[in-house]
């Protein structure tokens, strides 16, 4: 498909899977790579964690000639097929942009040993989409696992609000991800709801991943954070980092990033606003 309107990532293909494959991390860092949507790649010194990836035109083609056409703004910046080597996958919830059936089948192809964690309310789902059942692992808020040497806190996100299912089984997860000594919190899709700030708990934050797209009902963009309510979360958890992310990829679901750069001026000193480009290495230090 040829897109030449498109942004284009910083590193693409052949370029970034070699920068990811080649890249040493010390015992007391992390790097990162921003894959689009709410895509990370995290890298420690002995594992590779996947979160959200989208790296198809899956949702283009499903809404192609609808009413409501998912006209992508920033190139893939490899698909899941090349990418090998990853030990763990995280998907936050079953919106496509976040479990990926153009992404995903292939991806845990190519990474032979790679699990997949998601909520486990969505495990029927998964199977339905063709992924290997042994190798997906049912996430349910609050019980840690390990993988590696990354911990993963699963917590309720409010997608609109705190949905579960007919079993209490929450549909919308975030992640607390601890590794070389860090601690991150990737939101998935979510508002901020009364007991958030509780889900996360005490601990300090190095970075808070949060969507800054909004939500608007009369376009089809169901609940997340603006760049307002974003910023204001990172006021109250005070990480040393806020990422933004959900913005860039559909042109019916998007804000200016320039809308959250402005926001960010009101965070405290400590807290620093650091805004990734696709494909962009990115590496934080303990």
């Given amino acids: 498909m040829d897109f030449p309107t498109l942004n284009e990532p910083v590193q693409s293909g052949a370029t970034l ?31 590779l964690l996947l979160v959200d990836p989208y790296l198809s035109e899956h949702l283009t083609e499903k809404y192609r000639a609808t009413s409501k056409p998912h006209i992508r703004m920033t190139r893939s910046p490899f698909r899941g097929e090349e ?6 996958v995280l998907a936050s919830h079953k919106h496509s942009d976040h479990l990926d059936p153009g992404t995903l089948p292939t991806l845990l192809q190519a ?4 699990i997949l ?3 486990e309310s969505l495990l029927e789902h998964g199977r339905a989409l063709g992924l290997p059942h042994d190798r997906m692992l049912g996430l349910t808020a609050g019980r840690v696992i390990e993988h590696r040497d990354f911990r993963v806190r699963p917590i309720p ?4 609000d705190l949905a579960t299912d007919e079993q209490g089984r929450h549909l919308y997860l975030g992640f607390v991800i601890e590794v070389a000594g860090l601690r991150l919190y990737h939101s998935g899709d979510s508002l901020v709801y009364e007991g958030l700030t509780r889900e996360l708990g005490p601990q300090p934050f190095d970075i808070l991943f949060l969507p800054i797209n909004g939500r608007d ?3 089809g963009v169901s609940g997340n954070m603006s760049a307002a309510e974003a910023v204001d979360l990172a006021r109250q958890v005070r990480p040393r980092f806020i990422v933004p992310h959900h913005y860039d990829m559909f042109t019916f679901n998007t804000v200016p990033v320039a809308d959250f750069e402005r926001e960010a001026t009101r965070l405290p000193g400590d807290v620093r606003a650091r805004v990734l480009q696709c494909g962009e290495h990115w590496e934080v230090h303990q």
């Fill in 117 to 119: 964690g998601l909520p």
């Fill in 217 to 219: 009902p009369a376009r």
């Fill in 111 to 114: 990474s032979k040993d790679a």
């Fill in 83 to 88: 990418l090998d080597g990853v030990d763990l």
């Fill in 157 to 160: 996100s409010a997608h609109e």
């Fill in 17 to 47: 899977l070699e920068d990811i494959r080649r890249t040493q991390v010390g015992a007391h860092s992390v790097a990162i790579w921003w894959l689009g949507q709410s895509g990370f790649l995290l890298k420690s010194s002995t594992g």
